[in-house]
């Protein structure tokens, strides 16, 4: 049993997963954390790099919010996205497109760029890459605003007894060790990426806020639904192969069909101030 076009947790993200997600992503997304962002921009055409853009739904959902004439420099490993991120920002916006490894941004590369910007990337990367990620724009003094991490809190109702067992085993799913050759080892953060990124932020001096960001998924949402689903007992019994979700599933896809289930996927967002960026306001 697979999920159909990405498993939940996983780098590899089609571009009809993206534009399923999109909509929930955009109602999830906390724009309290944009409006503590904005009296910190500069009075100056802005400058956006958005980390893993996937096909631009960062973009298309934060352009709007954000004042003044942006630029926006999109980065992510395949080229066939980044055409479409590129493609698909709101008129007016000027865009570029960085292809390659972008764990590898430091102070220097981010200098001039107004705010970093990225959404279900945290839980992909490891604790020294979110640590160098922080040091890079701490040193720039550059905002970072950091969307739709997952944090490991599944609810769906009815609730079934099987849950807490697939819920844990997705976790550690999340968690393992992963790649091959030079990224052998690479231990992803999964659900303890937003409480580690803070931390790594603090650590460099940054002031945080974190806000809570939950899909809630209903019969308006039944194929995300479907797919997150299908997704998520997946990459649980992936983890622990004595599972078996064949009669969960079905139980769940019926109820799904029926309009009776309901499913709340906490996921958090970060911003992210360096001590010069930081808000009076706030402690």
Do not use: N
Request: net charge negative; glycine share 8%; proline share 7%.
């Amino acid at each position: 049993m697979t999920a159909r076009w990405s498993t939940p947790g996983s780098p590899v993200c089609t571009p009809d997963w993206l534009a399923l997600r999109e909509p929930a992503d955009a109602a999830a997304r906390a724009p309290e954390l944009v409006e503590l962002l904005l009296s910190r921009l500069p009075d100056r055409p802005l400058v956006v790099r958005d980390l893993g853009c996937g096909t631009g739904s960062m973009g298309r959902w934060l352009v709007p919010l954000l004042p003044r004439r942006q630029h926006w420099v999109l980065h992510d490993r395949d080229t066939a996205l980044l055409e479409r991120a590129a493609a698909g920002l709101p008129p007016g916006v000027t865009a570029e497109t960085r292809a390659g490894d972008l764990t590898d941004l430091d102070a220097t590369r981010l200098a001039g760029t107004s705010l970093v910007t990225a959404s279900a990337l945290l839980d992909l990367l490891t604790a020294h890459e979110v640590d160098a990620l922080a040091a890079a724009c701490t040193a720039a003094g550059c905002p970072a605003l950091l969307t739709m991490s997952v944090v490991g809190s599944v609810s769906l109702s009815p609730a079934d007894p099987l849950d807490a067992e697939f819920a844990a085993a997705f976790d550690a799913h999340q968690r393992r060790a992963r790649g091959g050759g030079a990224a052998a080892g690479r231990r992803l953060l999964g659900p303890d990426a937003v409480a580690v990124t803070a931390d790594a932020f603090r650590r460099h001096g940054a002031h945080v806020v974190t806000a809570s960001s939950p899909w809630r998924l209903g019969p308006a949402e039944a194929e995300l639904a479907e797919e997150w689903l299908r997704g998520w007992l997946a990459a649980a019994c992936e983890q622990r192969p004595e599972l078996d979700a064949t009669s969960c599933l079905r139980r769940r896809l019926d109820a799904l069909a029926s309009g009776d289930l309901g499913i709340v996927v906490g996921h958090a967002d970060l911003l992210a101030l360096p001590s010069a960026a930081r808000p009076g306001s706030l402690s």
